[in-house]
Each structure stands twice: as structure tokens, then as C-alpha cells.
Nanobody, 122 residues
């Protein structure tokens, strides 16, 4: 059974940092792309970043470039999202998702975690 479990969310002040983790199991980690998405209240789910062995790293919105960094530890089957210089507009539920290829579209992913809340106070 494929499982993706996010952790590391919380409440942080603007300008602060958080590191999210996505622990994966139930599939061959190296064969899959793992992406981070986020969804703020009343908004659509938005692709943040994706990493895969075949395509490397892809960052999606300009708003996170230079502030968020995705990485993976294949030995631990875990993908991380380091988020620096956080802003109130980064407040959202953050999800990790898995599929064979990276895509910025949520509909492209078959497997999802339950999400972790990130709240950035001003």
C-alpha cells in the first residue's frame, strides 16, 4: 500500500523557516517523482516543487523560487521542503504527492498524503 506521510508544519512568524518532511512507503522510491502542493482556504491546490531521479528539481510558482528548496534522502525514502523567509501568503495546508513524472497539476498525481498545516503570522 502506497503511503505518504507529511510532517513538520506549524505556526511560524513571517521571516521564519520550517522544514517539511514527506515519508514514503509502499513503492520503489527511486522510480517515482515526489511533489509538494499547497492549498490555502478558498483557493485551488497549487504545485510548489517536485523532485525525481529522471528530471531533477522543478519549482513551479515564482513566489517560492529562491525561498523554498526541495530535496530527497533516498536512503530514508523521504522528501523534504525547506521553506525560508516565510510570508503570510504561504499559509496553507501542504501536501506531498507521488507519481511517475513531475507535473505542476494536481490531477496528474495518483497518490497523496493527508497534508500538514503551515501558518505564517504577520
Amino acid at each position: 500500500e502506497v503511503q505518504l506521510v507529511e510532517s513538520g508544519g506549524g505556526l511560524v512568524q513571517a521571516g521564519g523557516s520550517l522544514r517539511l518532511s514527506c515519508a514514503a512507503s509502499g513503492f520503489t522510491f527511486d522510480d517515482y517523482a515526489i511533489a509538494w502542493f499547497r492549498q490555502a482556504p478558498g483557493k485551488e491546490r497549487e504545485g510548489v516543487s517536485c523532485i525525481s531521479s529522471s528530471s531533477g528539481v522543478t519549482d513551479y510558482p515564482d513566489s517560492v523560487k529562491g525561498r523554498f528548496t526541495i530535496s530527497s534522502d533516498n536512503a530514508k525514502n523521504t522528501v523534504y521542503l525547506q521553506m525560508n523567509s516565510l510570508k503570510p501568503e504561504d499559509t496553507a495546508v501542504y501536501y506531498c504527492a507521488a507519481d511517475y513524472y513531475c507535473s505542476g497539476y494536481a490531477s496528474a498525481y495518483d497518490y497523496w498524503g493527508r497534508g500538514t498545516q503551515v501558518t505564517v503570522s504577520s
